[in-house]
């Protein structure tokens, strides 16, 4: 029988939150490139594939400090996507603004919450 479940801070939640919502836009922009055949299938499934996987071991890993550091690198190769396509950028640029929210407002909520 599992133990008791830890609480997770602010932190932690809003940045999963951020992660989720990365892995639904890694999963709309490869139906996306898929549909407009501009790479082969298998390229799209694998990059698709591999890009979940990164997210999915972030969203694992965010709770701890050398995890959020892993999610800013994450980040910054996500706005890499502006030398890909434009439009895949700005994408990114928004799930980037949700991540720099969680980043900021999160501490400020768990200085809150231990007062």
């Known amino acids: 029988m599992a133990g008791p479940r830890r609480d ?3 932190t932690e939640s809003l ?11 890694v999963f709309f922009g ?16 694998v990059g698709s594939l591999a890009a979940t996987a ?9 709770a ?3 995890g959020r ?6 980040q910054v190769a996500l706005l890499a996507t502006f030398f ?11 799930m980037v603004g949700f991540w720099v929210f969680g980043a900021i407002r999160g501490p400020q909520l768990d200085g809150l919450a231990s007062d």
């Open 8 to 10: 997770k801070s602010a």
């Open 15 to 25: 940045l999963q939150i951020a992660v989720a919502l990365e892995i639904a836009l």
């Open 30 to 45: 490869a139906l996306a490139l898929n549909g407009l055949r501009l790479y082969p299938g298998v390229v799209v499934l």
């Open 54 to 62: 990164v997210l999915l071991v972030l969203y694992r890993v965010v």
């Open 64 to 66: 701890y400090p050398a």
């Open 69 to 74: 550091i892993f999610g800013h690198l994450v």
């Open 84 to 94: 890909w396509d434009v439009v895949m950028g700005i994408s990114a640029l928004v």
